[in-house]
């Protein structure tokens, strides 16, 4: 079944570091951009960055860009999100994404498209 | 970046009724519009794409329309499991990616 299934929820104090894990059962997740994505305690959706894992091809938010790092391992068909130093504003339900292989477009900076496939999310809480 | 306003914030309905909800860009987006319906502790489900285009297996009482700036999503005839959070989305090339802030549907 194509599927993103991500790792557990994370509870951590400030300044503690933390990885988490979305991971493609599909043949082409290699071939698809992944993108992460931040839903903060009964609010709306904000797109952090895309990664392309054949290449590690990563595009980053303005927003987010210098807060996380998203990396991928095509031989394990998986994503991830780090942080070094979580803040409490971290606290938030993480979804990695996959960009629709219809009218998308990526260009040095960003990609633009839609979600046609969704992780389960994980839920993330930093205490201060 | 663009906005996207949805309105209304939240919409009580009856199983069966017919529900409308509208999402206003800031800027002309063309047709470059999806709707997405999440359900309380789950991952968003896209819905629509290219502003009326259905993704495969959603149900054919979901509709979308619009181009430009202003977009609607038709629920007809609302059933039990259509109860929850729609966000818009909007992806045109010459601005970041944007979502709209969420219509919430809940029974009346």
């Known amino acids: 079944e194509v599927q993103l299934v991500q790792s557990g929820a994370e509870v951590k104090k400030s300044g503690e570091s933390l990885k988490i894990s979305c991971k493609g059962f599909?043949?082409?997740?290699?071939?698809?951009?992944i993108a992460w994505v931040r839903q903060m305690p009964g609010k709306g959706l904000d797109w952090m960055g895309f990664?392309?894992?054949?290449?590690?091809?990563?595009k980053y938010s303005p927003s987010f860009q210098g807060q996380v790092t998203i990396s991928a391992d095509k031989s394990t068909n998986t994503a991830y999100l780090h942080w070094s130093s979580l803040k409490a504003s971290d606290t938030a339900m993480y979804y990695c994404a996959r960009l629709g292989q219809l009218d998308f477009f990526c260009s040095t900076t960003s990609c633009y498209g839609f979600f046609d496939l969704w992780g389960q999310g994980t839920m993330v809480s930093v205490s201060s | 970046d663009i906005q996207l306003t949805q309105s209304p914030f939240t919409l009580s309905a009856s199983v069966g009724d017919r529900v409308t909800i509208t999402c206003r860009a800031s800027q002309y987006i063309n047709n470059w519009l999806a709707w997405y319906q999440q359900k309380p502790g789950k991952a968003p489900k896209l819905l629509i794409y290219?502003?009326?285009s259905v993704e495969s297996g959603v149900p054919s009482r979901f509709s979308g329309s619009g181009s430009g700036t202003e977009f609607t999503l038709t629920i007809s005839n609302l059933q039990p499991d259509d109860f929850g959070t729609y966000f818009c989305q909007q992806y045109n090339s010459y601005s970041p990616l944007t979502f709209g802030g969420g219509t919430k549907v809940d029974m009346k």
């Open positions: 599909e043949n082409d997740f290699s071939n698809s951009w």
């Open positions: 990664i392309h894992p054949y290449d590690s091809d990563t």
């Open positions: 290219k502003a009326s």
